[in-house]
């Protein structure tokens, strides 16, 4: 199985997370306690009911260190499977399954539990017309992964970084000396998708008047969302955020707005309960 995401180096990761593991001296453990000829046969499993991200690059941890080892996908990234679902079996060098567990565990296990938030929140708000987004608010050099995981949640990407659309938030508006001059500016610039933060009713139309494409309408309760769609009247796409819970986002999203952006995605989200079990060949 190949694993290709567009941004991500899966060779590269895998040999700087396993370089860290192992340090300068390596598996000081596995090399002491195991033979070096000894097989192990294992199982990844889920303790919990969860939607499933990172398998094939969990994979890619134990090819690394085995390239002959054996493994099974029983599951792909995702499913939403029940507590006690098997996720994979692989067979190799004990030594090297025992090496890479943490760092295959650790990748499954944070991508499993953002994949997961994501699926509630999409569910929470199935019927209303409105699309859950995730945000930038991710882990420094783990954006491209958190945001895969994301999309197996059934979250749509919102920028994947500060090129590929202008958001103009409060401290760009402060600066610019307001909505419209910072609206304006990134015309003038020749940006096509130029989004744009408003906390206020009144600063609706003077965005849309000066171009903006796409309006962020950063932490109005449902009842201001209700006047602030009206006043837009499908003339741009519009985006709830701020302060999204889970209990909260049905009534967000019953507002009519386009989208609904929620940071704690890829900021906040548990890491699933998944094992790896051995057993002797």
């Not at 929470?124 to 991710?138: F, V």
């Amino acid at each position: 199985m190949t694993f290709s995401l567009s941004g991500f180096d899966l060779d590269a990761f895998v040999a700087a997370t396993l370089a860290e593991d192992l340090g300068p001296g390596g598996d000081i453990t596995s090399a002491a306690v195991i033979p070096a000829d000894a097989i192990f046969a294992g199982v990844m499993d889920s303790r919990d009911a969860v939607t499933i991200a990172g398998l094939p690059i969990a994979a890619a941890f134990f090819r690394a260190l085995d390239p002959s080892v054996e493994i099974e996908m029983l599951v792909a990234d995702g499913d939403r499977v029940a507590a006690g679902t098997n996720l994979m079996r692989l067979k190799g060098s004990a030594r090297a399954m025992l090496t890479a567990e943490r760092s295959a565990l650790n990748t499954v296990q944070h991508l499993t539990g953002i994949a997961t938030m994501a699926r509630d929140y999409v569910d929470a708000i199935d019927g209303t017309g409105a699309t859950l987004l995730d945000t930038r608010k991710t882990i420094p050099g783990l954006r491209a992964l958190e945001k895969y995981a994301t999309r197996m949640g059934g979250a749509t990407n919102h920028r994947m970084g500060l090129w590929d659309a202008a958001m103009i938030k409060d401290n760009h508006v402060a600066v610019a000396g307001g909505v419209a001059q910072a609206v304006g500016r990134a015309v003038a610039a020749g940006i096509e998708r130029i989004i744009v933060e408003v906390d206020r009713l009144d600063q609706i139309q003077p965005a849309l008047a000066a171009g903006a494409t796409h309006l962020l309408l950063d932490n109005m309760g449902p009842a201001t969302l209700r006047e602030a769609v009206a006043l837009v009247n499908g003339r741009v796409p519009t985006e709830a955020s701020g302060g999204v819970r889970l209990d909260t986002i049905r009534a967000i999203a019953e507002s009519g707005v386009t989208y609904i952006s929620v940071g704690r995605l890829t900021q906040s989200a548990p890491a699933a309960d998944i094992g790896l079990d051995f057993e002797s060949a």
